[in-house]
């Protein structure tokens, strides 16, 4: 080729090397300043023009590449001009290195997922976490923009579970790797094991603190068949049932519902198994003990029998208030069931003999108060049978055992009035 001119420049001066070139050699020049590539290979390049549905990437080949929109983000219906601007240099991956209409199709998003893999699978093995915009709500979870799109299943965003995902949109969260597909392009999240993991100092600060009978306050969180559990401020300690309330509980939602503030007292903490046991009652008067204030050490009051155990029976003595007579106490004599001395529903006189308000107990008598007022012990028919039936038997034992000696006697005068006629004669 004629007319072709060299040049080279060394330091202060220019050197004209004019030469004829063949196009061969023309060719042969122009090829080794283009960038040898194959497909799946990662190229960089800079940005050239940004259009709506593409992008013109110059990575020194003979023609620029076009990544296509779609490829240029992870993120659904991305703006191109908000992913790049002219001038940028970013990389790529080759798609085609020819399609069918002669154009190089470039992946910028399929060269950061190259990228981000590589990373996400070192940060995966060595249990570090990784950070992200949530840049979706799907079915089930949230997608993460990690480099790639990483799912975080809804059970795994929180400690507990979140009723309305889309309060997430835009953030940036934290969270562990759980599990990794390369063959299904498939990356699990769990951001609540970063939150276990953060909680887990936290929550044994606040086991360390925790003292037998502290009043605290707290919230709601759960509530189920059992009890209530509520919230400490960073661990959840259990309200069972039967400490919701002084009075009878047939469902823990008839006492409490989940967000209310509550205060509860400190029943039991378990530092082994990272349990706490907590009491709301504990924290409220006890009408019971309001009730038994009118009641006093050895008053005689009326009651009514309301249950019958095989150690005494249980009677009403007003409002709410019970108290056992226990079966030593219902009669002078011995005893054998509180059935031969009060059956449910009797009306009866009691002696209040002792009141224990710690363990919410009255222990009342039927004997005393029988014995102060004078009134004979009740004792059922059958009973009173069965001990005139026991007491006639001692009566013929004991005629009989009278009996028996003087029948002694007779014989032997008997015998000795035979022995005196056989002499005789």
């Not at 108060?369 to 009134?375: F, K, R, S």
């Amino acid at each position: 080729m004629k007319g072709a001119i060299a040049v080279a420049e060394h330091d202060s001066y220019v050197i004209h090397d004019e030469h004829e070139y063949s196009d061969e050699e023309m060719h042969a020049l122009i090829d080794e300043t283009i960038t040898d590539f194959d497909d799946g290979d990662l190229v960089l390049g800079t940005v050239v023009q940004v259009e709506r549905d593409e992008v013109l990437l110059d990575i020194g080949y003979k023609s620029e590449g076009v990544i296509p929109a779609r490829e240029l983000s992870i993120r659904k219906d991305a703006n191109p001009a908000d992913i790049v601007k002219l001038g940028d240099e970013i990389e790529a991956l080759v798609l085609q290195k020819e399609d069918k209409d002669g154009r190089l199709i470039l992946s910028k998003k399929r060269a950061a997922y190259e990228r981000a893999w590589n990373d996400i699978e070192k940060k995966f093995n060595d249990g570090t976490s990784v950070e992200g915009e949530v840049i979706e709500v799907v079915k089930g979870g949230l997608i993460l923009d990690i480099g790639l799109r990483g799912f975080l299943p809804a059970s795994l965003v929180d400690l507990r579970r979140v009723k309305d995902l889309h309060m997430f949109l835009g953030d940036r969260l934290e969270a562990r790797v759980i599990e990794m597909d390369r063959n299904r392009n498939n990356v699990v999240l769990s951001r609540r094991a970063v939150l276990e993991e953060d909680r887990k100092q936290e929550r044994q600060d606040i086991l360390n603190k925790l003292v037998k009978g502290m009043i605290l306050p707290g919230t709601v969180s759960s509530i189920v068949e059992f009890g209530a559990f509520v919230d400490l401020g960073g661990i959840d300690g259990l309200v069972h049932i039967s400490e919701l309330s002084w009075s009878h509980v047939n469902h823990p939602s008839e006492v409490v519902a989940v967000g209310d503030k509550v205060e509860v007292q400190v029943l039991d903490v378990d530092l082994g198994r990272e349990r706490i046991s907590l009491g709301l009652k504990q924290t409220q008067d006890d009408p019971w003990k309001q009730l038994v204030k009118e009641f006093q050490i050895g008053a005689i009051v009326d009651g009514k029998v309301t249950k019958i155990v095989p150690f005494g029976s249980f009677i009403e003595i007003g409002n709410n208030v019970e108290g056992l007579v226990h079966i030593s106490e219902m009669a002078r004599g011995h005893v054998e069931k509180p059935e031969d001395v009060v059956k449910v529903g009797d009306p009866i006189k009691v002696k209040i003999m002792d009141v224990d308000l710690d363990r919410r107990r009255i222990s009342l008598s039927i004997r005393a108060a029988n014995e102060e007022l004078g009134i004979p012990d009740k004792v059922s028919a059958t009973a009173a049978a069965e001990e005139a039936e026991a007491d006639g038997e001692e009566s013929l034992e004991a005629v009989e055992a009278v009996e028996a000696p003087e029948a002694v006697e007779v014989a032997e005068v008997v015998e000795e009035a035979a022995a005196e006629d056989a002499g005789e004669e």
